[in-house]
């Protein structure tokens, strides 16, 4: 379920990549201003999600329609939430790790089954064929930032305010410029590297940027974590640069840069996962 600790990458669609009711949909709620900004949807995604697994563990709820918008360039941009499939896969990783008999009582296969069909549903992409629009359009990251996610932003494209209580720090950018730094980085990578895990991991993140419309927005929100780092940590951070870094040395054959590049990634972002152990 998504933690307040947590970083998020978006996709922002234009309406037109919905079919003709989900359009009428969306503009009537952005016509009635119902969407909660990034800083409050998680909240909101978090507590729809525990009180759908307080339910009594009998169905699946039907939860709400709900998502982000985002005015670009005068165009409406939505991002679904997809509550219901995050309320599925909360149930099927409650059952993670524990013993049968617990994992039964506390979701039952019934229900366990609902949701495992809930979530190959989504993966299959049988809602394309149904709605008209991808999978899923918010990855979640508890507790740091996947690297790979930053081999697709650039550090001119960051997002920062600081002031009070609502502190952001995020990077947007179209989806036309997120999909070229990410082949690119795919080339460089598998000719560099092989099939290591990063090679797949950013190949998986390229295709799921393929699915969306070409007139996208890509979204990579630093959310809750920036209120676990000071704000010099924030604003000195660079870490889309030292990706970018990282990769065009590995471009030249300079392994011994790379290498630099990515232990100074790895050093800043291990701060954080060590919080985790600590909550």
Request: glycine share 6%.
């Amino acid at each position: 379920m998504p933690s307040l600790f947590a970083s998020y990458l978006r996709v922002y669609e234009p309406l037109t990549a919905f079919d003709p009711d989900r359009q009428v949909f969306w503009r009537e709620y952005a016509r009635q201003g119902r969407d909660l900004g990034p800083i409050e949807g998680p909240v909101r995604q978090r507590s729809a999600v525990l009180e759908a697994l307080g339910a009594g563990w009998t169905r699946l709820p039907e939860l709400p329609d709900e998502a982000y918008l985002l005015e670009w360039e005068d165009t409406l941009l939505v991002c679904p939430w997809s509550l219901r499939l995050r309320v599925a896969e909360a149930a099927l990783n409650a059952r993670d790790g524990v013993p049968a008999v617990l994992a039964d009582a506390f979701v039952p296969p019934v229900l366990a089954g609902q949701a495992k069909a809930v979530v190959e549903d989504w993966r299959s992409g049988a809602k394309v064929l149904e709605q008209g629009v991808p999978r899923v359009h918010e990855q979640i990251a508890t507790w740091g930032v996947p690297l790979r996610w930053f081999a697709f932003v650039d550090l001119d494209e960051r997002e920062i305010s600081l002031s009070g209580r609502r502190r952001t720090l995020r990077y947007r950018t179209e989806i036309s410029k997120a999909r070229r730094r990410a082949h690119r980085a795919v080339s460089v990578l598998r000719k560099s590297l092989g099939d290591a895990p990063i090679t797949e991991a950013v190949e998986e993140g390229t295709r799921w940027l393929e699915e969306f419309h070409p007139r996208s927005v890509v979204e990579l929100d630093y959310g809750g974590l920036v209120n676990l780092l000071p704000e010099d940590s924030l604003t000195e951070d660079d870490s889309p640069g030292l990706v970018a870094a990282g990769l065009s040395a590995l471009s030249r054959g300079d392994a011994e840069s790379a290498s630099e590049a990515y232990e100074k990634l790895v050093a800043r972002w291990r701060v954080v996962q060590l919080l985790e152990r600590c909550n």
